[in-house]
């Protein structure tokens, strides 16, 4: 009886931390190729999991902020997938490489050709995109998931440092110092960096989910339910010796 109470307790401990760690893992998040520099130009991955085991992700909609405006933003062709890049008028003009810029990316859309991201499955987006800002720290973009069931839903809330992540947090893009030297930002971006035209472009449908990331929650809920068994066995084992 003893021995399965314990096993009970442990069950309930692993499945508590299941309960609360799976959110923080399927919301639309973004992150660059190496850094993005202030000043300079990178590749950032917008990363889109699936969600929903009833629907594959169809369309996704990044809004791109209008405080910090970025005038070249170049989508990287990704097969199965065709990508639309909107610009929209700056109320005030940007200085580009001694030009002057009057318009910025407003929205980059992407639209399944096949299957999109099915059950199971998460995608890559990448963007080429500069230059970016020197006088904020980071970048919020407001996303839209849409799914072939034609749910929709909204990444659009703002974390706010100090307070909870909230329900539908937005994508963040955390800036690095600028570099000495100059604002030259990745290799890899500077090779993609200029302005971006409207476009479509093919793209690839989805790819496995990161080993690398279910291997580490597996093993941190792992060891959380091995702590919870040791916790609960040497609850039983004082009451024995009290008992006895």
Known sequence: MKASRLAAAGTLAGTAVLALSAPAFAHVSV??????????YAVVDFKVPNE???ASTT???????TDHPLASVMPQPVPGWKAEVTKSTLKKPLELHGRKITEAVSKVT????????????????PLSVGTLPED???LVFKAVQTYSNKE???????PQEGQEEPENPAPVLQLSAAEEGGHHGSASADKGSGDAEAASVKTSA???ADSSDTTARVLGVVGIVVGAL???YGVLAGRRRTTA
């Open 110 to 125: 992407w639209t399944a050709d096949g299957k999109g991201v099915e059950p199971g499955f998460f995608q890559k987006f």
């Open 206 to 208: 989805a790819e496995p």
């Open 52 to 54: 929903r085991d009833n």
């Open 59 to 65: 369309k996704l909609e990044v809004t791109f902020p």
């Open 152 to 158: 929709v839903v909204r990444w659009i809330e703002v």
């Open 31 to 40: 992150q660059p190729e190496g850094e993005a520099a202030k000043g300079g």
């Open 136 to 138: 904020t720290d980071q």
């Open 230 to 232: 040791g916790v609960a």
